[in-house]
């Protein structure tokens, strides 16, 4: 009888680990979580490093344009993440991240390269079946400042045990003022295993999009 609610705490707990696998900027104490995100008008590739079950530090190279390539902007920056706060409900779990960034930027609109900072936050939410995030962040230099605001809403097709993968239909809703004030909208398909996702998706104008996480 004494077992049934350590039996259900370590459920609970792998559930969590699972969750944050597809939400949280980053892994677990002492892990690595290595990140891409490919479209046409934006591509990121970044890792970190969890030095504690809150912090992580880590680079990130990404790259902005314009749908017809009259503009581009090249970022380089050393990113620390905070974990600010968790709430672990019943059936749920939500966090509030803070992700800043220092570097530099280069671009086809000003000379050399600038002196960059890129501070953000980001919220989420999220269940079993269910995934909600919302973030923004700031890219400011010198004449040359931008931000992305980035809505998403995801349900998994099914219920999966801890380590098998389990499909998810997500939508996101993203605007980089760099490359538009519009909004840009994505349905992705998205696969997620205990330590991986991958996301295969296009907007509405029929431009692919391919992201990936993974956490070890």
Do not use: C
């Not at 046409?40 to 490093?49: A, D, G, I, P």
């Not at 998205?190 to 996301?199: A, D, G, K, Q, T």
Request: charged share 15%; proline share 4%.
């Amino acid at each position: 009888m004494n077992l049934l609610p350590k039996i259900s705490g370590v459920m609970l707990a792998l559930f969590g680990l699972a969750g944050q696998s597809y939400a949280a900027p980053m892994g677990f104490k002492n892990s690595w979580m290595f990140m891409g995100d490919f479209s046409k008008t934006y591509q990121e590739f970044s890792f970190n490093y969890a030095t504690t079950a809150n912090d992580a530090i880590g680079l990130s190279a990404s790259a902005m344009q314009t749908d017809d390539y009259s503009k581009r902007q090249q970022n380089t920056e050393v990113v620390y993440t905070r974990k600010v706060a968790r709430w672990n409900l019943p059936n749920a779990q939500a966090n509030v991240w803070f992700i800043g960034g220092l570097g530099s930027t280069t671009g086809s609109t000003f000379g050399g390269s600038k002196a960059m900072a890129s501070p953000g936050l980001q919220v989420d939410y999220e269940t079993t079946r269910f995934y909600s995030m919302a973030s923004a962040r700031v890219y400011a230099a010198q004449g040359a400042t931008s931000n992305i605001t980035t809505a998403r809403l995801g349900a998994s097709f099914y219920e999966v045990d801890y380590d098998q993968p389990q499909p998810w239909l997500v939508i996101e809703a993203r605007r980089m003022t760099f490359v538009s004030n519009q909004y840009e909208f994505t349905p992705m398909l998205r696969v997620i295993h205990n330590r991986y996702f991958v996301e295969v998706g296009a907007n509405l104008s029929g431009q692919p999009r391919f992201n990936f996480m993974y956490n070890y």
